[in-house]
């Protein structure tokens, strides 16, 4: 990370918001939260990470390889919204088709396929996918995370 979190925290105290979303570790965060558990002084730095993401995709300035993490979490979700589990292969190809389109580079489409085989094989990759039978659990999930977490 070019800065951590703890130091985007600080640029936003000094208002200096620019700074932080140009920042690449936003983009390098992975959510994993350790940041918000270890935080002395009970900041959570994981949500201001992820609010600074979303910030920088509306102001437009996200650079075309951290656009492709805006496509993949959006892939990745629409993915668990439809099946209530994640569906890999569809997964790849939403996701590669989309960069596919957006950046016209035919070869990330196939850059991977020779992993498909060896993954497969080593049972590390699901061909098939699995559904949720309650799909409608998803779909309350999902419903009650855009409305702000109300019930």
Do not use: Y
């Amino acid at each position: 990370m070019d800065s951590p979190p703890t130091r985007l925290i600080r640029l936003l105290q000094l208002g200096d918001l620019d700074a932080a979303l140009r920042s690449d570790s936003i983009w390098q965060c992975v959510s994993c939260q350790t940041c918000s558990t270890r935080c002395p002084k009970t900041v959570d730095c994981a949500s201001i990470l992820d609010a600074l993401r979303q910030l920088a995709f509306e102001c437009g300035t996200v650079s075309p390889q951290q656009r492709r993490t805006v496509v993949f979490q959006k892939a990745f979700l629409d993915n668990i919204r439809r099946h209530g589990r994640l569906n890999e292969i569809e997964l790849i190809a939403l996701f590669k088709g989309e960069v596919f389109l957006r950046d016209r580079a035919l070869p990330v489409l196939f850059e991977d396929a020779d992993l498909a085989p060896k993954l497969q094989r080593r049972g590390k990759l699901d061909l098939i996918g699995e559904q949720v039978r309650d799909r409608g659990v998803v779909a309350r999930i999902f419903a009650r995370s855009l409305n702000g977490g109300a019930r």
